[in-house]
């Protein structure tokens, strides 16, 4: 594994993290926490130190089955970034919530959820910049930095093209974004990125494998059953994803390469990109969502890459 500085912040995280929304239960399984734990034990060993989840990845279900995974475990080894804004309700809608104290409420559940004492990266979830600009938010958060409650603040951008919140990041003492990138959308290239390291932000690729169709699995024609989230992607959209991944497949990736590994290292070779967070369904796939640490064009080109 090979490790990046996150920014401004003095977190050393693995070029490779580890992705939760699949923990809530909206991409086609429900987990156990046995399978949770085995995703974890494989991520340790594999030298994964970043786990990404989020308050509505169900309702905080992500967060406590990480938590009670750390209770069990050294919660020194791994470096925790969850998120907020949002409510789950049982039918997979979301309400948002942005006002001071019930976001202080929520980073008070995510605690005891998760079973820390701390978060190292607390991150608002996907906000609108009406929501982004509110004084009396980022004012109690910096109380929570302060309080050490919070390691540091992120930003988990809405849209890929979101360079507002970027630009203004340093002035409320946000030290990392979140955002979409992969082989399939390149739009941070054009503004955020370069901001990004203006600023010497932290930058978190979300969506890597573009929900999963990087991954190579899936050609022309696959249909999803109705409790995968891709299910609710357009139509017209999935076609065109996965005709495009057809050709990448054919005319970019290396002979003897898995797709996954590959797609995941593209990301990682931007000099703006800090980690990947790629999602995972069992052990296997955490497997070779590693492998891609060790292909050549991420220690090639990224200044930061520290072997470990």
């Not at 990046?4 to 923990?23: A, E, I, N, P, Y």
Request: proline share 3%; glycine share 6%.
């Amino acid at each position: 594994m090979k490790y990046r500085k996150l920014g401004k912040t003095d977190l050393d995280v693995s070029v490779v993290g580890l992705g939760t929304w699949q923990f809530g239960g909206e991409w086609g399984k429900d987990f156990t926490q046995k399978q949770v734990d085995e995703i974890l034990d494989m991520a340790k060993n594999e030298g994964i130190n970043l786990i990404d989840t989020a308050e509505c990845y169900g309702d905080h279900l992500s967060e406590a089955f990480i938590g009670d995974y750390l209770n069990r475990n050294n919660r020194e080894d791994w470096i925790v970034a969850t998120k907020f804004g949002h409510h789950f309700h049982d039918n997979f809608e979301r309400t948002r919530h942005w006002n001071e104290n019930k976001v202080l409420k929520q980073l008070d559940k995510s605690l005891k959820t998760l079973q820390t004492d701390y978060i190292d990266l607390y991150q608002a979830h996907s906000c609108t910049d009406e929501e982004f600009n509110n004084d009396a938010l980022w004012t109690m958060l910096d109380k929570q930095v302060q309080a050490g409650k919070i390691r540091h603040l992120g930003i988990s951008l809405k849209g890929n093209d979101y360079v507002y919140q970027t630009d203004k990041s340093s002035e409320i003492n946000v030290k990392a974004i979140q955002v979409v990138y992969n082989r399939l959308d390149l739009t941070p290239e054009e503004a955020v990125f370069p901001s990004a390291q203006q600023q010497n932000l932290g930058v978190l690729a979300r969506v890597p494998l573009a929900s999963g169709y990087l991954t190579g699995k899936y050609k022309p024609g696959a249909v999803f059953n109705e409790n995968d989230v891709r299910s609710r992607h357009n139509s017209d959209e999935t076609r065109r994803k996965l005709q495009l991944v057809e050709e990448i497949a054919q005319n970019e990736v290396p002979e003897g390469v898995k797709m996954a590994s590959w797609s995941l290292a593209w990301c990682l070779k931007h000099s703006a990109v800090t980690s990947v967070i790629p999602g995972c369904k069992n052990p296997e796939q955490v497997q070779l969502n590693a492998r891609a640490a060790e292909l050549d064009i991420v220690s090639s080109v990224h200044p930061q890459s520290v072997n470990k």
